[in-house]
């Protein structure tokens, strides 16, 4: 039998020279400096730019992952809106602190929050539900997030009920925002900046709460 012509996973690898990051170049306060990492996200018309790996504490005490959105930040924290029904929202119930991070691959740099979790305001969910496109508002009643289905029949079918009675006018509020559906904002306690450097020698800074202030140190990658 011939080799493959696949690289072998030893093989597989790449040197990060894209940038660096200095102490005197970083911001005050984390979000401040996460807002201008997320702006050259942007610039640079990365997919998704706001999409994150949101890090949960499992009902089983074994951690759990997935891929959400961020849909908010300001300097209280971090938003992101979901179903109060879902896996996510019975753990960060039993457990409410979490970590998000960010891999913005093509700039070879990575963001990573954590702190405590608690639900937004229902106006802030309000607010942010009205915005969605009306297949998204349709979508949040029909889903029961995380539970078992028998098929993705049974999906179709919820749909076309909450399409029937919430047909699309032009109100924002044709389809209302269900009880259970809405945001949670997560308060850094700490947030790492990380870039990327050749021979692994990646520049990390970390931001630690300390009481109204931050304290900033550098950590060997």
């Not at 979901?82 to 740099?109: C, D, G, I, M, Q």
Request: glycine fraction near 4%.
């Amino acid at each position: 039998m011939s080799d493959s012509v696949q690289p072998s996973l030893k093989e597989l690898r790449w040197d990060y020279a894209s940038d660096t990051l200095h102490r005197k170049n970083l911001a005050g306060d984390p979000l401040t400096q996460f807002s201008a990492w997320f702006e050259d996200a942007i610039s640079a018309k990365i997919r998704e730019p706001n999409a994150m790996t949101l890090c949960t504490i499992g009902l089983d005490g074994c951690p759990t992952s997935r891929t959400v959105l961020m849909k908010d930040y300001t300097t209280e924290g971090i938003t992101l809106f979901t179903n109060y029904e879902s896996r996510k929202a019975k753990e960060l119930a039993a457990s409410p602190v979490a970590s998000l991070l960010f891999f913005w691959k093509e700039l070879e740099r990575q963001a990573h929050v954590r702190g405590k979790v608690e639900k937004v305001s229902a106006e802030e969910s309000d607010t942010y539900f009205y915005s969605r496109p009306y297949n998204s508002r349709i979508g949040a009643w029909a889903s029961r997030q995380s539970e078992e289905i028998p098929d993705r029949q049974w999906l179709s079918d919820r749909v076309r009920k909450y399409e029937e009675r919430y047909p699309e006018t032009d109100a924002a509020d044709c389809v209302p925002r269900p009880e259970f559906w809405g945001g949670y904002r997560l308060i850094p306690e700490t947030v790492e900046f990380w870039q990327g450097q050749p021979g692994r020698k990646h520049d990390r800074f970390v931001y630690r709460r300390s009481g109204s202030t931050w304290e900033v140190s550098r950590w060997s990658p």
